[in-house]
């Protein structure tokens, strides 16, 4: 199988391919090979437009961005074929996320659109591409993200250790994985923005002289304005309980225009609102955790003091609750953030009773995870299994994924493929 990706910041596809055995839920993946594929500059430049002012696009300049991220598609997975010496025929499939035209959950008409021409995937590769998983989750009244939470559950999970998983992506989002749980164990929800605003926050701070803050070097210079970060937490989205996702207008344009006013009214400068984003996004993350975990995971492990966001942590909270204490707590890095020395200090200093450790660990790519995920989903939609999880997106039972059929004899594989195993499987939950 191969998996492609794009986040929000349009700077890379990362492109994996993985060797699968097993169906259905007793499917595991290896990682055979990963790379990451730059997007060119008409793409970059357009896509930050996008990004800056959604209004100032026409229909013809977003079609173009969909065509030319297909284009960006293939030319990565012929480089990964290529480089592992790997035939189109023997790729059953494909799976793709890619990166979020529109995504609101919550207010009015609920919706959620990927940007990329998959099509061209399986008209010039002749392979068959699943994408699109989140519309049918968020039709069937889920959150439509953490989407490869179940996918991500069969990859990582363990029999002896507790895992936690933190992807520090456009979004930060959270994955526990009790020890030898199944599928309906799992717990997993967005948490709040995270490398989406502080890009958006220098790209605005430097008037697109820097597209990011490599390593965070820019915001440890700053210093943390604990004002901003009370005033940030009140926001609704970040009270609600799993199973929850953020719609990207939450903290859009308006928000980030905000945080310049209130920086420039306490005298900050670029790095403190930085330093002060980064603050705020590792306190929501921690606190989230505490908050929702279960207590025997997180009542032997010390946090340092956190501000208020919504409940206070779950040791107050769900003293109810049994369970042993851990010794301690592994947790997972992964995304784009694990490269911002700012969040990785300021996680550690939160939560230093935590071993914080990158997912390459467990034999996968830190930086690929989204991918290696939608090439795990794409072999459960052929499956027949029901990608959608209640402790994930809130749905219950839905087939994933919207399938491009490839040429007539990849097609026709997948199709035997289907027929042959789709019945061996035994759902975990049934539709509502």
């Not at 003293?319 to 010794?327: F, L, N, R, V």
């Amino acid at each position: 199988m191969v998996g492609l990706s794009c986040g929000n910041s349009g700077q890379m596809i990362q492109a994996v391919l993985v060797e699968t055995q097993g169906v259905g839920l007793h499917l595991r993946g290896k990682l055979l090979h990963h790379l990451s594929y730059p997007l060119g500059r008409d793409f970059a430049d357009l896509w930050q437009q996008y990004q800056s002012d959604r209004i100032s696009l026409t229909g013809n300049q977003l079609g173009k961005l969909h065509a030319l991220l297909g284009q960006a598609m293939l030319l990565a997975s012929n480089h990964l074929l290529v480089q592992n010496r790997q035939e189109p025929d023997r790729v059953m499939a494909i799976g793709y996320l890619g990166p979020l035209l529109w995504h609101d959950p919550q207010h009015g008409q609920v919706t959620t659109h990927d940007l990329g021409m998959t099509a061209v995937l399986a008209d010039r590769l002749g392979i068959s591409v699943v994408s699109d998983f989140r519309e049918i989750d968020i039709a069937g009244g889920g959150q439509g993200m953490p989407i490869s939470a179940l996918a991500d559950g069969l990859l990582y999970r363990s029999e002896k250790e507790h895992r936690l998983l933190l992807h520090l992506g456009s979004m930060a989002s959270m994955l526990y994985l009790p020890p030898g749980g199944k599928a309906q164990d799992l717990l997993a929800a967005e948490i709040v923005p995270c490398n989406s605003l502080l890009d958006r926050a220098i790209r605005q701070g430097t008037a697109g002289r820097e597209k990011f803050d490599n390593a965070g070097r820019i915001a440890v210079q700053g210093t943390c304005l604990d004002s901003l970060i009370a005033r940030w937490q009140e926001d609704p989205s970040l009270q609600r309980k799993p199973p929850r996702s953020i719609a990207r207008k939450d903290f859009g344009n308006d928000f980030l225009q905000h945080a310049f006013q209130l920086t420039a009214q306490n005298e900050g400068t670029l790095q403190d609102l930085l330093c002060t984003l980064s603050h705020f996004i590792v306190r929501t993350i921690i606190h989230a955790c505490c908050s929702w975990l279960p207590v025997e995971v997180t009542e032997s492990a010390r946090v340092n003091q956190l501000g208020s966001v919504g409940d206070p942590p779950l040791r107050t909270v769900n003293s109810s609750m049994t369970g042993s204490a851990i010794e301690k707590m592994n947790v997972y890095l992964s995304g784009g953030g694990v490269a911002n020395g700012m969040l990785l200090r300021l996680l550690k200093y939160y939560a230093p009773g935590w071993e914080f450790k990158k997912l390459d660990e467990l034999g996968f790519s830190a930086t690929a995870r989204t991918a290696t995920g939608a090439a795990i989903m794409a072999a459960l939609t052929l499956d027949g299994v029901p990608v959608s999880t209640p402790s994930g997106t809130g749905t219950v039972g839905r087939m994933l994924g919207r399938i491009t059929p490839g040429h007539p004899g990849n097609w026709a594989k997948c199709l035997r493929w289907m027929g042959e195993h789709v019945a061996e499987i035994h759902f975990p939950y049934r539709a509502a």
